[in-house]
């Protein structure tokens, strides 16, 4: 049997529970021991940071927005492995959260460590934004707080709720980032290779044009490239989709190995969990509404308007019993108060929203 | 000596009082590069870190006492990974991809290779021990039970539990054949006491 085989028929009794014991301790002591990813590492500071703030984000929103009368849990019994430093073993009980669902979660709001734009350095230091800023004006800012070496140094841009911000980069490239949005990117582009920022949440580019160093976002595990146009990108981590609309010039949208090429007026729709993408038309001036300040609803479900509004609002959106195919149609200011939105939103839809801090219930 | 750790304190009923963020802030990091070992998604370690978390808010209130917070959220986080990592290598892809990797990491296998030739040479010796101490050292071994937990299962007292077990390894050691002494007194302390 080949070394590859042999590997292959390890791993594959490991999955399906075919070792004993002693067996899997020893093989997870050897997954340990030889990683795969040898040179893993941070790639720098920013990076690290955005990391620890999005499992934090998380680990907050799923804490505190359990319900803790949904009681039905799945007790699994787990041995765990015994602890190095105090020669015991102990089996305790994992409980998995699947817990009866009273009310229907929508949207869920997220917590930002600060109501500002804020500036993330390579170092990790966060520094306060105001509403726009160019290269200039960050690097500014960066060095009268560090006096490290600028070159290569990724920093990212944070947006909270309610806020936008807009962005000029090194390469005179310009970005609009919507509320929710981080984008990562160098303070300085390498002249030699491609122009890369990294974008959670959404997104518009104009693109400087320059042909020798194409431009690429990246985006929940998918690529687009440009050398120089203009289009806007939803990387919704919740919504685990990414939209690239693409207003003029060309782009090459690619997720895994394959690719699809861009006319203006059309934009692709991945969905990164089921791997899936479709190509189709939008309407620029309703898919760009953001930066001009409205929400335009075109005949979309109500669920998909909600999470778009919380995006904006940031806040839980819970409905007691599963929205039907609502639609909803209507230009809507985002600078209005919630509760003036979601009245008129209660004379178009027939439905009764209430308000709890950052929750909204919808009573249907 | 356990290092002294500011962020719980145990109280007269033994619950541990825990400031979730504050243990998150020291140990995220090291936890997220231990995943990362693992696994080889950076979004998929970001599920393990939280993952942690969450279950030791979830139990927080069942389980006391525990000695180090720090080794119990490491090895929580380890067994959240290596369950991701089972379910992912059910799927032939993800199963082909890490063989072709470690194929090129020849140490595992023959790391691999030994274990098992040990381990089919320690049974027969095994089976040959005595009934009493047999039961012990396979309660131990193959169960992962404490020496506490042999001993309540066998109403003897955990130091005979300790002893059985210590004779054991010795009667081993002479009977193993001898070029595989020292590799089976590693085996033996890492693998099957620990």
Partial sequence: MSNEKQLKKILSDYAGGKLSIGEVKKLEQLILKYPLMKPWGWKDNAHKEVMKERIREKLETSSTRRKPNNKIRILITWGVAACLACFCTFTYFYSTRTATIKSYKIAKARDYASDQVVLITSD?????????????????????????????????????????????????????????????????????????VHLEGEGYFEVFSNKAQPFKVMALGTEVKVTGTRFNV???????????ALLEGHVSFSMGKKAYQLHPGQQTSADINKKQVIVQPFDAEKLLSWKAGYFVFDNMDLSEVMRTVSRWYNITVVAQNPINNKKIGGTFPNNAPLSDFLADLSLLSGLKFKINGEEVLIMN | MPRPST????????????????????????????????????????????????????????????????????????????????????????????AGHYKEESAILEEWIVFKELNQMLQIEIDKLPAKMKEVFILSRNFDLSYIEIAQRLSISDKTVKKQISNAIKILRLKVDKRYQPLLLALVLTDILF
């Fill in chain 1, 234 to 244: 939803q990387a919704f981590d919740d919504d685990h989709t990414v939209k690239t």
């Fill in chain 1, 124 to 196: 990790g230091k966060q520094i306060k934004l105001g509403g726009a800023a160019s290269i200039a004006d960050i690097k500014h800012k960066i060095h009268l707080n560090n006096h490290a070496n600028p070159a290569e140094n990724m920093v990212a841009v944070k947006v909270p709720s309610q806020k936008q911000f807009n962005l000029t980069l090194d390469d005179g490239t310009k970005v609009w980032l919507n509320a929710g949005a981080i984008l990562r990117f160098p303070e300085t582009f390498d002249k030699k290779s491609e122009r890369i």
């Fill in chain 2, 7 to 98: 962020h719980y304190k145990e109280s007269a009923d033994k619950i541990a009082v825990w400031d979730i963020s504050a243990l998150y802030e020291e140990h995220w990091e090291d936890l997220f590069k231990q995943t990362m070992r693992i696994l080889l998604d950076e979004d998929e370690a970001a599920d393990v870190v939280q993952q942690t978390f969450l279950d030791l808010l979830e139990m927080k209130e069942k389980i006391s006492g525990i000695k180090s917070i720090k080794s119990f959220l490491f090895i929580m986080s380890r067994n959240i990974a290596f369950k991701k990592l089972r379910r992912n290598l059910a799927n032939t892809k993800y199963l082909n991809f890490y």
